[in-house]
């Protein structure tokens, strides 16, 4: 399942517990989906940090800060 199909049933599950609420294999369903997406959001983040290179400037003390 891709990251838009799996939006898509999560967001297909809240739509239905607003109207008339869920069984319990779609509770579980819903957990294990948004576990699933946490997931992925957390592998993003982390691939992003993981790409981030931190260069020190002592040289140029507080002057060299940029942002």
């Known amino acids: 399942m891709n990251i838009d199909e799996l939006v898509a049933r999560i967001n297909e599950l809240a739509r239905k517990q607003k109207s008339s609420g869920l069984t319990e294999e ?18 993003n983040f982390r691939a992003q940090l993981d790409t981030i290179e931190i260069v020190d400037n002592d040289d140029q003390g507080d002057k060299g800060l940029t942002h």
Do not use: F, V
Request: glycine share 6%.
């Open 26 to 43: 779609e509770l579980a369903e819903r957990a294990k989906l948004r576990e699933i997406y946490l997931g992925n959001i957390r592998r």
